[in-house]
Every structure is written in C-alpha cells, then in structure tokens.
C-alpha cells in the first residue's frame, strides 16, 4: 500500500511572510514532519492547491477530486486547512474504493505548540486502517465526513 499525501495549503502551511506577521502558504511540511518521524510506510507528496482553504472554491475542490479518481492508489491523505475541509469532504464522498483522510492544524507547522505534528500522524495510521469512504481526522478522532463540525469556540471538531 502506498499512501499519497496531497497538499492543498490551509493553516497546516502557513509561514511569516514579513517583518508585520502577515502568513503565506509556505512549502509543504508534511516531507520534514515524516522524514523526521522516521515514516517507513511507502508515501509520496504532492502540492496540488496552495490555498487559504476559504479560498478553496469548486473547480479546486473538482480538480482535487479528479486528482483522486484518476489514481490507481487507494489511500489518500489531503493536507486542508480546516475552515473549509468538511465542504472539500463532503465533495469528494461517492469516490469508490479509496480511503480519504483529510487533516489539517489549528496552528502552522512550524509553530512549536502546533497540532499539525499530531494530526498528519494520526491521520497516516488512520487511512491505513479505514475501510473505504472519506473521513476527517483532528483531535485524536475520526469522524464520518458527513458526521462532524468545526466547533470554532473550542477550536475542534466534533460529532454531530
């Protein structure tokens, strides 16, 4: 099994831009934060969208899913920032015989006190373990893409 990783920017990526703290999407951090982990499962990386994810609109979302079906692989993590990965989601359910993990971070990478650590982790032992369909892994969870919420007040998602 080979797991693709397909970046698509989000909060996960962030970097400082300049001397006033104004973020970027930055390159992908996925590469460092497995190579650091000492990842032994067969990955590749992939940026296919470096946005915002409220700047995520439907032909990204269409070529995302495109990306997906036109794989031979069968197990897909997408990197998104989290404002608007449940839509991504629920964009990319129907797709047959894949197993989709999206995850992201409430902090950039390269922030000490990030989750994205955490989460790209977990999300890498989560589609290893996942029968078909799409899935959201944050916060040591996952939730069916058609089952969770962001809860922006406690800064996590949760089941609905």
């Not at 000492?38 to 990955?43: E, I």
């Not at 969208?49 to 995520?56: A, H």
Request: negative net charge; glycine residues 8%.
């Amino acid at each position: 099994m080979k797991v693709i990783f397909l970046a698509t920017g989000g909060t996960f990526d962030k970097v400082y831009y300049d001397a006033l703290s104004d973020y970027r999407i930055g390159d992908p951090q996925v590469n460092g934060i497995l190579k650091q982990a000492g990842v032994s499962v067969d990955y590749q990386v992939e940026t296919i969208i470096t946005k915002d994810s409220l700047d995520i609109d439907d032909s990204d979302r269409t070529a995302l899913r495109a990306r997906i079906e036109n794989d031979a692989n069968t197990h897909f993590v997408v990197i998104h920032g989290t404002d608007t990965m449940i839509e991504s989601g629920r964009y990319l359910s129907g797709i047959n015989d894949k197993t989709i993990v999206l995850t992201g971070a409430m902090q950039p990478a390269r922030f000490k006190n990030s989750d994205a650590e955490f989460n790209i982790g977990f999300a890498l032992a989560a589609v290893q373990l996942l029968k078909s369909g799409v899935y959201i892994a944050m916060n040591a969870k996952v939730f069916a893409v058609d089952k969770v919420r962001k809860n922006r007040d406690k800064g996590c998602f949760e089941a609905i």
